[in-house]
């Protein structure tokens, strides 16, 4: 990973599609790794106290996680819809692009 690190600060390494498919890979690891520590450490833990997990998979904005994988994680999974609206939070998270 460390030669590729500058690709973080929005740098191109070797070329622009390596630096995305790193970017890409980065992000699914990032996903993963917040699914398995946190949504199914929860979902053991609701489990072990005889509780189901109900949690949101996804917001109106860009989460860092899979949605559906997350859904997965649920014992009651729910989807949800937004319009959009002129209240609230105008921008996404910033989102790294290669140049």
Do not use: C
Request: glycine share 8%.
């Amino acid at each position: 990973m460390g030669p590729y690190m500058p690709v973080l600060a929005g740098h191109t390494v070797d070329s622009p599609e390596v630096s995305e498919r790193f970017l890409e890979d980065f992000r699914l690891t990032i996903s993963d790794l917040i699914i398995e520590e946190n949504y199914e450490v929860f979902r053991d833990l609701a489990h072990k106290h005889g509780l189901y997990l109900h949690s949101q998979s996804a917001g109106p904005h860009e989460p860092p996680v899979d949605g559906l994988r997350v859904l997965a994680v649920n014992d009651v999974p729910m989807g949800e819809a937004w319009a959009r609206s002129n209240t609230g939070r105008r921008e996404e998270h910033r989102r790294i692009h290669v140049a």
